[in-house]
């Protein structure tokens, strides 16, 4: 079973390495070229933990030290994809950065203010990294939920497949990485006295899941869905009638944000 924990670890953390470089050979690369170097990072990073696993005390030091520089290059990926959504609607630009903030202080608001629900009396070096996970998917997936609200959705302003590839893979990546320690974690009490096939596969599920994602990002991310979006040509009447219908959208996005972010402030 040790051969099988550190063959699956090392696919898990190769498999969106070879997606990075195959970004890079098809040219991918320059249009999402933030995206690329975060599955790069993410996989050196992956090995090198598994790497380090016999020595907890130097895995556990090298976990929290690139914790949140790695979020913060997904974070900026996320926003970078974003981007490359609405390149088509630059005048929309100015209103998402503003939202975007704030969903991102809003996500770490909550992740802040829930750091202390179902953590273990004692936690390990293993569930320490599962909840420091789950406080950085959380923030994650608030920022990819407010994006999708903010997205322009009109069949006049068509959007690029490969970003809703993009956006698509990011969201179930982070959807699995909130869920998926948040169980565990939940679980840790259970699985200390449950049967060993149970412990290995609560030890080899993330993995699984980190292997899924990474075959998505190396067969799904294809120069054919990077194709050059039909935009329809509309009068300068109906361009404006649909920017103040998307502009208008967003204010009110932003003002139910800021209003949550005022409650969460208060209860905190």
């Known amino acids: 079973m040790l051969v099988l924990f550190y063959t699956m670890w090392c696919a898990a953390g190769l498999v969106p390495a070879a997606a990075a470089c195959r970004m890079m050979g098809n040219g991918l690369a320059k249009r999402y070229w933030l995206l690329a170097t975060y599955l790069a990072v993410h996989s050196l990073r992956y090995l ?23 979020m913060i290059l997904e974070c900026a990926a996320i926003i970078s994809v974003f981007f490359v959504l609405v390149e088509n609607y630059k005048s929309f630009r100015k209103v998402a950065i503003v939202g975007i903030a704030l969903l991102i202080a809003v996500g770490t608001i909550v992740a802040w203010s829930t750091r202390n629900l179902g953590v273990p009396f004692s936690p390990g070096v293993r569930e320490s990294a599962l909840l420091w996970q789950r406080y950085g998917a959380l923030i994650l997936v608030g920022l990819l939920a407010g994006i999708s609200l903010l997205l322009p959705r009109t069949e006049y302003l068509p959007l690029r497949n490969s970003a809703q590839r993009a956006t698509a893979i990011l969201t179930i990546d982070s959807a699995q ?10 679980l840790t009490g ?12 609560a ?22 869905s ?17 920017r103040l219908e998307i502009v208008q959208r967003a204010r009110l996005l932003i003002a139910e944000v800021r209003d949550a972010e005022r409650r ?3 209860s905190s």
């Open 177 to 186: 990485g909130l869920a998926t320690p948040t169980l565990l974690v939940l």
């Open 203 to 224: 030890t080899l599920l993330p993995m699984v899941f980190h292997l899924c994602i990474g075959a998505l990002w190396l067969c799904w991310m294809t120069p054919a």
């Open 48 to 70: 090198g933990l598994a790497a380090l696993w016999r020595h907890q005390s130097l895995y556990s030091k090298v976990w929290e030290a690139t914790m949140a520089p790695v």
């Open 226 to 242: 990077d194709s050059d979006p039909q935009i329809v040509e509309l009068s300068e009447e109906e361009i404006e009638r649909h």
């Open 264 to 266: 969460l402030g208060n």
């Open 190 to 201: 259970w699985t200390t006295t449950a049967p060993l096939w149970t412990k290995w596969f």
